[in-house]
């Protein structure tokens, strides 16, 4: 199995901060990686995929970089609304989620 | 609008068979996969299996000895099927559209959930 470890746990961070979080895979995957975002009660949501690519309506705060074993997501100027946990997920074999990377107001 | 909703009993008991089912709007089974993810209480997300387009199926070797996943195209519905279930099973069962984007090659996202069934097993 490919695992996934995701960076840090958790994040407080302030209303227009940049926020930087890590996603390493135990071997290369390519560029086969996706971000989701999870807000509390609710389902998760496609943000960016194949590692850099932001899906439809995803606004361009929200950005992916990285390829192989390591990977970034980055939010450019964080918004009240973005609070969260984000995941990371492979699929360059079957889908592997990241342990998720929770952040909160400071 | 694309509508994936997940239905099923809340309360198991181990031992049992779970049987869930997704019923799904605004996209065809034939041209998309569905996948089915779980989450137990306050943890992280676990792929469980897909069931493509084609009707091929893929499942995560962990649960693939217990896991059925099939569908029934005419009433756009994908079922989830789980036997021997134990405590651990509890979680919320999401399912999710597992959507190709691109022209002559296919990356697949899952782009549309549902929102969640939660199941618990006890006894």
């Known amino acids: 199995d490919i695992v996934m470890t995701q960076s840090p746990t958790s994040m407080s961070i302030s209303v227009g901060d940049r926020v930087t979080m890590n996603c390493k895979a135990s071997?290369?995957?390519?560029?086969?990686v996706d971000w989701y975002q999870q807000k509390t009660g609710q389902s998760p949501k496609l943000l960016i995929y194949?590692?850099?690519n932001r899906y439809t309506g995803v606004p361009d705060r929200f950005t992916g970089s990285g390829s192989g074993t390591d990977f970034t997501f980055t939010i450019s100027n964080m918004q009240a609304e973005d609070l969260a946990v984000y995941y990371c997920?492979?699929?360059?074999?079957?889908?592997?989620f990241g342990s998720g990377t929770k952040l909160e107001i400071k | 609008q694309v509508q994936l909703e997940e239905s099923g009993p809340g309360l198991m008991q181990p031992s049992e068979t779970l049987s869930l089912t997704c019923t799904v709007s605004?996209?065809?089974?034939?041209?998309?996969?569905v996948g089915w993810v779980r989450q137990p209480l306050g943890k992280g997300l676990v792929w469980m299996g897909t069931?493509?387009?084609?009707?091929?199926?893929n499942y995560n070797s962990a649960v693939q000895s217990r896991l059925s996943i099939s569908r029934d195209t005419s009433k756009s519905q994908v079922f989830l099927k789980m036997n021997s279930l134990q405590p651990e099973d509890t979680g919320t069962y999401y399912c999710?559209?597992?959507?190709?984007?691109?022209?002559?090659?296919?990356?697949?996202?899952?782009?549309?959930w549902g929102q969640g069934a939660s199941v618990t097993v006890s006894s």
């Open positions: 071997q290369n995957v390519g560029s086969n």
């Open positions: 997920m492979q699929s360059n074999s079957y889908p592997t």
């Open positions: 194949k590692a850099s």
């Open positions: 999710a559209r597992h959507r190709g984007i691109g022209t002559t090659t296919y990356y697949y996202v899952m782009d549309a």
């Open positions: 069931i493509w387009a084609g009707g091929s199926t």
């Open positions: 605004g996209f065809s089974l034939t041209s998309n996969g």
